[in-house]
């Protein structure tokens, strides 16, 4: 599950850095603010892919996907972009723990099974 949630944040990560670039272009939102929000959410995004497997983890992801939806009212594609990665979330998530949990079963199978030679 690791390797697919890190995987939609660092995509989640340049797109935010993008969505940050387009904003600038609003003339009442000043430099500071555009990249102070945009940082933090980059920030966030890669310090979630240190945490996802632990408890809360998961949590954290889904406020992030939230935020990346609202972030459309200021940037307008941002709506559809949040709901995309927020349907990639969820795939990282479900399939994610689908194949965690069918590499526990062929290790314990792995296991229990004598060498053959």
Not at 57 to 86: E, H, K, R
Not at 88 to 107: C, H, M, N, P, T
């Amino acid at each position: 599950m690791r390797t697919l949630c890190a995987s939609t944040l660092i995509g989640e990560f340049f797109v935010i850095g993008f969505a940050g670039l387009v904003a600038m272009k609003d003339p009442d939102l000043t430099t500071a603010t555009v990249w102070t929000v945009s940082g933090i959410a980059m920030f966030l995004c890669l310090a979630l892919c240190g945490v996802v497997t632990r408890p809360g983890g998961i949590v954290l992801g889904w406020i992030l996907q939230v935020a990346l939806i609202a972030s459309g009212f200021v940037v307008p594609t941002m709506f559809f972009l949040g709901a995309v990665f927020a349907a990639l979330w969820w795939a990282s998530v479900y399939y994610g723990r689908k194949i965690d949990e069918a590499k526990a079963r062929f290790a314990a199978e792995a296991s229990s099974t004598p060498d053959a030679a």
